[in-house]
């Protein structure tokens, strides 16, 4: 089974995560919007996932309260046994 | 006809597509894949009997099998087995590029949501068919275009309603899936056990 990595961000609710679409489409980062990975609580449904090489500038769109977030988690993806580590 | 289909690595059903396109294709002879692990061998020799061709299983010296299938040999009818879990007899008909009645925002991000969780959830329907608005999913700018592709090239079969391509004229920004008129697209639901509407 391929073993893929990703930066996740959720919201707390879904108009977060639409504004935070717009933000992560205007910066040009390749994101994509997924339902909310059941390993991570869930706060609302969707979730935005993006490369872990984009990592610094999703952190620096925190910081700069560009995009609003509940939590950002680095999520495996590895068959049966998908893992959510919360990143701070 | 000799052909070596190499199915080593690849994840469950990609070795069954992989051998049935083969076997498909080839008009009389021999199709030899080779597979890594025993859920595979099992799956791929399922497909050997559910066409009622014959064949044989090697093992390798590292535990990999070679599935000798011949084509042309028709053995009696055995037991009457299915071709593994690969798809659900299901079809899954979007009549809208938004999920659900409501504000369009929503219906956007939902539907991208949808379509991404009937990718990541094998297994796959057989069909998914698309028209109306749907039609733009399948269609270049369309944000979900990688799960669609990913979907068809595991072999599920999309299909875009014809008419509404040409009504919204967008036939020639068809980027996923093949065009269907209004039969195949009833065909489609009438045929599987199952139908989910979505729009």
Redesign the interface.
């Given at each position: 089974?391929?073993k893929e990595i990703y930066g996740v961000t959720t919201y707390k609710s879904?108009h977060h995560?639409?504004q935070a679409?717009g933000v992560f489409k205007s910066k040009g980062i390749s994101f994509?919007?997924?339902?909310t990975p059941r390993e991570i609580t869930v706060s609302c449904?969707?979730s935005i996932i993006f490369s872990l090489d984009d990592i610094d500038k999703v952190k620096e769109m925190v910081d700069s309260n560009e995009i609003d977030i509940d939590g950002i988690y680095k999520y495996t993806k590895d068959g049966f046994n998908n893992r959510a580590e919360k990143l701070n | 006809m000799k052909i070596e289909v190499d199915a080593r690595g690849q994840l469950c059903p990609k070795p069954v597509i992989m051998t049935k396109k083969e076997l498909d294709n080839l008009p009389n002879g021999i199709v030899t894949t080779i597979v890594d692990n025993e859920v595979a061998k099992d799956n791929v020799s399922k497909l050997a009997i559910s066409y009622g061709y014959g064949f044989t299983v090697d093992k390798g010296k590292n535990n990999e099998y070679y599935i000798h299938i011949t084509k042309g040999e028709v053995v009696e009818e055995g037991p009457s087995v299915c071709i593994p879990d690969t798809f659900k007899d299901l079809t899954i008909a979007i009549g809208s590029d938004k999920m659900g009645v409501g504000e369009e925002k929503l219906g956007n991000i939902l539907m991208k949501s949808f379509i991404y969780t009937v990718k990541e959830t094998a297994p796959w329907p057989a069909t998914m068919v698309f028209f109306n608005s749907g039609v733009y999913l399948t269609c270049e700018g369309s944000e979900i275009l990688e799960d669609l592709k990913a979907l068809e090239s595991e072999g599920v079969e999309i299909i875009s309603c014809g008419t509404c391509l040409d009504f919204y004229n967008i036939k020639e920004k068809l980027q996923a899936g093949e065009i269907g008129n209004m039969y195949t697209i009833y065909e489609k639901m009438r045929n599987a056990n199952n139908t989910i509407n979505l729009g």
């Open positions: 089974m391929r879904t995560t639409i679409e994509r919007t997924i339902p449904g969707l | -």
